[in-house]
């Protein structure tokens, strides 16, 4: 249902991602690992255009944009693509101004007009699945990290995205708070949500994800089964960034 | 057989009175506008025009009094403009704000050369002041090195630039030279002699300083080519003056006097226009000027004491009359006295508020679009709007409001009403600066939140009405409300182009009371009243803001 074809991106002068190739199921879990700076966050910006691609091709369902062509400006595709997909950021991006229950009703309100009872309802709904209906009226700075970051989860379920890109959901939780953020985006996996996850958590890597994609420098080095991948690795760069050092020293 | 005459001056002022009130809507002769609109500057005081201390709802003067009898000689109806002094002329020229000036506008070739006026319809001098004490003064020509006040773009104000060694202090109104004078604060007054003769009462401590020089008359200014208008003005004013209308109420001011006499003979003649420099045309005590008229020893018997050079102790003994008796030496200031000013000024301070608010919204929404295209627009956009910006900032307010006021009719034909010139000047200019804090406040929303709600499919329109906006406004919140309080203060620039706020109102009542301590608090109170409850309402909104 996804599919990226010679993905390129420059800033400047600097090459961030150098002819990406990737392709995923409906229903599938991915993981996308590598050393900061290799190219992960930009490559899933690219996904819902937050970043313009300079070349290379996307498709997401029904939505096919050529990058560098005049159709990727056309704001109206790039509306539809970003209906398509919901995006979890490291740092939660709530509206400040806006309780739990704003937030989440927002964009079902006025990008979709759906009518303020039905918007209200599905909003409730998705707080509780997060478990934070009795926190639905409180402004984003009444809450904690991990609570906010569960509203931005259903602030981006309400739009009924056929995948969701987290970019490194918990990096900016403490320890004691990733694990409610974690145990959600677990239960959406489980229940076939698609998800396409930046994310230096490993273990929970292992434990949700159907395929790991290793990039480094930034093309995909290394993809394959969770396990395959994290558990066997065989390139070198693979291997040093699991902190394995060469398979030679260990022989 | 004076009773009988008397009784039949009464009656004959009851039934004119009658037919000028009773009359079905008298037609003026054509060329006379139905209301017939006169401007003058309240702040002149008195004798011209002014508020009596205890009648503070009325207006009175002799200059209103002189517009009344005009209009109801002409047949039309009288309407008083209200206008800055200074900008009188500019105002009659521009046209659309009034149709005469009857201000103590001096008929001197300067102002001849602007507006057309009628025959004069009061002869004074110019008299100098000086404190009791300061006995060696008698001529300009003792001042050397000495300070002088003048009331601006005035005879005065010219013949005491034209004296060498002076040190001209230039005021905008004419009595608090006199305070000043025996503060110390300037060493003599050079005004016109009515105002002196009004302003020495009550003063013991101030003297005129020599015989009244330099004669000039006061006259109606209509703009040029309005002959007809013109012809009708000098016919009434003949008439008020041979029938004795304009001495009777010049009689109630004080202000007959011998050289009062000479106007019914009056003719434009060459030299009646050039101001003569130097007490050598001294105008002689109790009016021995050319061609006096037959009435002039019953004239001078009458109200001699008030002639151009007259005796101060003559003046103070004089019994005040009717309207007069506003003119007598002011009462004690008190908080009764005070608080009856408290509506007066309320009233007042409604242009104040109403200008302010209007200009705000102007402000915020044209501040709205300069700071969006300074933010998100093209580089033709953003390169407008900072130079829109640096313009509005980098100049001054007053420049602005004259530009708008009177550059754009000039150029333009866009004869703006004051109250429109001035919300566009407070409104485009204070626009600059709330461009800056909604800047301010756009570019303090982290990227963060824009992509969150760009990656939930609002388009840019709906992303910044319903995300950015709302929290840039939180952050420009503060500075909003400081523009808008200091608004309220600036607003009272708009009283240069004839609109009464609430300084305005302060300055004209606090002259005619005289009392400047009281009337400055109950004035200061109202502004800080308004600000407060500016402030509180900014709280409040800052407060739904919040996150």
Redo the contacts between chains.
Sequence with gaps: MIEIVGLRKRFGSVTVLDGIDHHQEAGEVVALIGPSGCGKSTLLRCL?W?ETPDSGSLRLGDVRIEAGTPQATDRALR?RL??R???I?Q?F?????RTALENVM??PL??DRVPDAEAREQAMDLLSKVGLADRAHH???QLSGGQQQRV?IA??LA?KPQILLCDEPTSALDPELRGEVLSVLARLADEGMTLLLVTHELNFARDIAHRVVFIDGGRVVATGPTRAVLDQPEHPRLREFLGLGRRTAIA | MRRVQSLLLILLAWTAGLSSTAGAAPTPEPGIPQVLRWANDAEGGAPYIFHPAEQPDQLVGFEVELAQALCDRLGCQSRFVQFNWANLIPGLRQGGNFDIIIAALERTPENLAQVAMSRPYFTFGQQLVTRASDTGIRTLGDLAGRRIGVLASTLSHRLATRQPGLEVRVYDENVNYFRDLELGRIDAVLTDSPIATINLQGRPQLRRAGPAFAPSHYAIAVPLGSDRLLFHINAALGDLIHNGTLERIYQRYQLWDAAQAGLASWKPEPHETTPAAGPATTIAPNGTRPSPSTGLTLVTETSGSFGISGAIGATSTAEPTAVGGSVAPRPKAGLGRTLRYLPILLEAAITTLWVTLASMTLAMTCGLGLALSRCYGTPALRRTAIVYIEVFRGTPLLLQLYFIYFGLAQALGWNLPAGAAAVLTLGLNYAANEAENLRAGLEAVPRGQTEAAMALGLSPALTLRRVVLPQALRISLPGITNDLIALFKDSSIVSVIGLVELTKEFLIRSLDAGDYLGLGILTAAIYLAMGHAASAAARALERRLQP
Aim: cysteine-free; charged content about 20%; hydrophobic content about 40%.
């Design positions: 819902n937050l509306q970003r209906r997909t919901g995006m950021f740092q991006n709530l509206f400040p101004h927002e964009a006025h990008v402004r984003p700075s931005a602030r981006a739009m």
